[in-house]
């Protein structure tokens, strides 16, 4: 049996919401892994400016740890808030009264 018009386009909904939820959770992670290794960088940078690169390297951890901080933070805030295709907008509330 084939599928009708309607079943097709539900599939085609499904695979584009999906596609779309891939990015979205492919684009958190990025940004989690680029605020750590950007300011974990960053604290490299000033260990070396500073000479302390060689004994111990205190502004990289601290940039590390300052980096999954912040990373940890943008993650609750990106996950805690809907997809913008899920979000209600005031017009519909307008329409059912």
Known sequence: MSKN????NED????SRQINDYARLSGI???????VALVGW???LLDRWTGLADSFPVFLLFGIFL???LGIYRLQLKI??????????????????
């Not at 018009?5 to 097709?8: I, N, Y």
């Not at 085609?12 to 695979?15: E, F, N, S, T």
């Not at 992670?29 to 605020?35: I, K, N, R, V």
């Open 5 to 8: 018009r309607f079943s097709e």
């Open 12 to 15: 085609k909904a499904l695979g």
């Open 29 to 35: 992670g990025l940004e989690f892994s680029a605020s």
């Open 42 to 44: 960053l604290g490299w």
């Open 67 to 69: 980096g999954l901080g």
């Open 80 to 97: 805690s808030t809907p997809p913008p295709d899920e979000q209600e907008t005031p017009d519909s509330e307008d329409e059912d009264q």
